[in-house]
């Protein structure tokens, strides 16, 4: 490359790097800005509606309950992943959404939840909303090429068995659908229709369409539902936390470059300058496509920028191999990304395989996290194929082409890893054990394997209207202690009111004595009136629902990465050692949960996912330099197996080293310098990246060699 163009290519990067970065500034700046905000912001960030629902029926039963829950659920995450349903009392529930204040404008969006029925013209009842499974608006284009707005129906198994026999019964007449006593649309049936979906055709537009779609989907519902109130909620952690996050990440984004240039020389400069250009990009992806920002999601952008780094460091450390080794810094170059592209291609694509199964099946903040992870593993490919790439080569068609600015690795004397798998494996054995035992601890005491937040367990809902207005400070250094010194338990989770003098304190159940002690607290210390607190019993915001569709989705992730990794690789048994090896990551950290006794909340189910993600990552690195050091050939005596596994774990060693520092150095920042809430989810995070980058250097070579010498055939 020409030093003209070379130079013009720089200028231009330099040029978007710079744009992009005060971009994204303007867009940070914004953040937890009242209504002028560019990036949407969750419950705990920013506040919103809370909406309480009845049901019209007085002795609602536990079942339809639950049900209406989970369907509202699903309802609500148009608005926002982060939105929050949990029942409150024997039937009400409360929906919260976070990033909103008008109240009436997603009472009139949401719709009234009532009664839906199909009907024959006779009036006589052929299907309810419960067998409807969805609707939504959609368009197509006609056979005359003019568009077309329709409603499209999924039915429950059920519900598609009436329908079939419906429709076949009503050909040539109308359907009407009648919501609460009134007709909203009479579809004439065309023909008999199976299979479990259909279409309402002839809309007048989109908007119309959709608007349909949406009163089908609320009147899909167990219950009927009437409004009780609404209100707008403050945050629940307010500015400070906004503000320690982001210096946390800045700290960290600075102290992650001044590791990479000392450890990198120039490529680890060019690695810095498309680190800068990724943080850039990751907060435009957040504003493009209006994903709702939380705080763990905020930590889990903090720790996509420490896990950025591990392609460039996975190129460098085959381009200083090659150098090492003799070849000439342009080739090098060419030969470092050539040889990195498989363990960057496999590892990226088996985490992007999981936050697409996570997208799909999983609700609530799993989604949301789902859709965090999967731009952060395009644009951490993107960064370091591309963008660092083209640094390299502008900057050594510039004058660097000395070798002393790159580095190079000798060839390292082979650490026999192998040789204390017996001792690794006791090691690992011993601590699921102890998180076992520790669980069990647990159970005996409170009857809880784990220290379950109100997300998971529910808990007493108290709403203290206090004689002035608190600020979210005054509420977490005055009256947060107070509730604690009652309830000796340090899960409490408290919400403003706006507008008004209340407070909403959320804390464990309560047994009647804890309550009166907690209104009594109130009244000494506060002055608080008896007749202006009120309690309630609410149920978890996580439903079971939602924790079967987290399993679930994490099972199918996993079958996917497994079946992945066995079609790369030829050999169900790499498939095999890296599951293992996953499975062995997920089960140290829950010990570490059970043991320390950390708070189970939201973010539990995040720092678990984000685990798997890194274990999978680290694992396929290692496994790709056995693939590449077996060079093809199945007949392999174990000794000479022994020393290839060795080999290949002795030549990532840097690579598995330097990116748990890196990725550690992000997290250890947000535990320093965070909130509470942050430092339980940062806390577990560490200990998760100690035990993966543990698992890849000392298990997983260890499993695959096990498998390979007792399971001779592919």
């Not at 919260?96 to 009436?104: K, L, Q, T, Y």
């Not at 996917?560 to 990551?585: E, N, P, S, T």
Request: with cysteine; charged share 20%.
């Amino acid at each position: 490359m020409k030093k003209s163009k070379a130079l013009g290519i720089l200028v231009l990067i330099l040029a978007i790097m710079a744009g992009m970065s005060w971009y994204a500034g303007t867009i940070i700046s914004t953040v937890g800005v009242g209504e002028n905000r560019n990036i949407k912001l969750g419950l705990d960030l920013a506040g919103g509606v809370s909406i309480t629902y009845q049901a019209v029926d007085d002795n609602p039963s536990a079942e339809d309950m639950k049900d209406t829950v989970y369907k509202l659920q699903k309802r609500v995450e148009v608005y926002s992943t982060e939105s929050t349903v949990y029942q409150e009392g024997n039937n009400r529930i409360n929906i919260e959404i976070p990033g909103v204040s008008d109240a009436n404008h997603i009472l009139e969006e949401l719709g009234k939840p009532g009664s839906l029925e199909f009907q024959d013209e006779n009036g006589n009842t052929l299907l309810t909303g419960t067998d409807i499974k969805n609707a939504q608006g959609g368009t197509y284009n006609n056979q005359m090429g003019n568009r077309e707005y329709v409603v499209e129906l999924t039915l429950t198994d059920e519900g598609a068995q009436k329908f079939a026999e419906a429709t076949a019964n009503n050909v040539g007449k109308s359907m009407p659908i009648v919501y609460d006593g009134e007709t909203i649309s009479a579809p004439n049936v065309k023909e008999a229709i199976s299979g479990g979906t259909a279409q309402i055709d002839g809309m007048e537009s989109f908007e119309a369409a959709e608007e349909l779609a949406s009163t089908i989907r609320i009147g899909s519902l167990s219950l009927e539902l009437e409004e009780l109130h609404s209100k707008v909620v403050g945050a629940q952690l307010g500015e400070e936390a906004i503000s320690t996050s982001l210096k946390a990440a800045a700290i960290g984004l600075v102290l992650v470059m001044l590791f990479m240039m000392v450890m990198y020389l120039a490529p680890g400069f060019t690695a810095s300058l498309a680190l800068i250009l990724y943080s850039a990009l990751t907060v435009f992806a957040l504003w493009i496509f209006d994903i709702t920002l939380t705080l763990p999601g905020i930590a889990g952008i903090i720790l996509s920028i420490g896990m950025a780094v591990d392609a460039n460091v996975i190129i460098f450390a085959r381009i200083r191999e090659e150098i090492g080794a003799g070849k000439s810094v342009n080739a090098a170059m060419k030969i470092g990304y050539e040889k990195a592209l498989s363990a960057i291609v496999d590892g990226n694509i088996t985490t992007l395989i999981a936050a697409i199964v996570l997208g799909i099946r999983g609700s609530g903040t799993v989604k949301g996290f789902a859709y965090t992870l999967g731009i952060g593993i395009v644009l951490s490919m993107f960064t370091a194929l591309v963008v660092t790439r083209w640094l390299m080569k502008c900057f050594y068609a510039l004058g660097l082409k000395d070798a002393k600015f790159y580095g190079a690795t000798k060839e390292r004397k082979t650490i026999n890893f192998l040789g204390k798998r017996n001792i690794c494996f006791a090691v690992s054995l011993v601590v699921i054990v102890a998180g076992f035992v520790g669980m069990g601890i647990n159970t005996s005491k409170d009857g809880n394997i784990l220290n379950f937040s109100l997300d998971f367990v529910g808990g007493t809902s108290t709403t203290v209207t206090f004689n002035e207005e608190y600020s979210i400070a005054d509420i977490d250094s005055k009256i947060v202690p107070v509730v604690e010194g009652i309830t000796k338990d340090g899960n409490v989770q408290t919400q403003k009111i706006e507008g008004t003098k209340q407070v909403v304190i959320k804390t464990r159940s309560l047994e009647l004595a804890e309550r009166e002690s907690l209104n009594q607290a109130m009244i000494d210390e506060f002055g608080v009136s008896e007749d202006g607190i009120t309690a309630e019993n609410i149920s978890s915001t996580v439903s079971s629902e939602m924790k079967s569709d987290a399993v679930w989705a994490v099972i199918i992730a996993t079958i996917c990465m497994l079946v992945y990794i066995w079609f790369r690789f030829k050999d169900i048994r790499f498939a095999g050692g890296a599951v293992i090896a996953l499975i062995h990551d997920v089960l140290v950290v829950l010990a570490f949960y059970a043991l320390v006794r950390i708070s189970v909340g939201n973010t539990f189910i995040a720092c678990m996912l984000t685990i798997v993600g890194y274990s999978i990552n680290a694992t396929i690195v290692i496994f790709d330099r056995i693939r590449e050091n077996l060079g093809g050939s199945r007949k392999k005596d174990p000794e000479a197996l022994k020393e290839i596994v060795n080999q290949s774990i002795t030549q990532t060693l840097s690579r598995s080293i330097n990116t748990s520092l890196t990725t550690f150095i992000m997290v250890f920042m947000i535990f320093i310098l965070g909130v509470t809430s942050i430092k339980e989810f940062a806390l577990p995070l560490m200990a998760g990246i100690i035990c993966g980058g543990y698992s890849s250097v000392c298990l997983t070579g260890a499993l695959w060699y096990i498998f390979r010498t007792k399971f001779g055939k592919k």
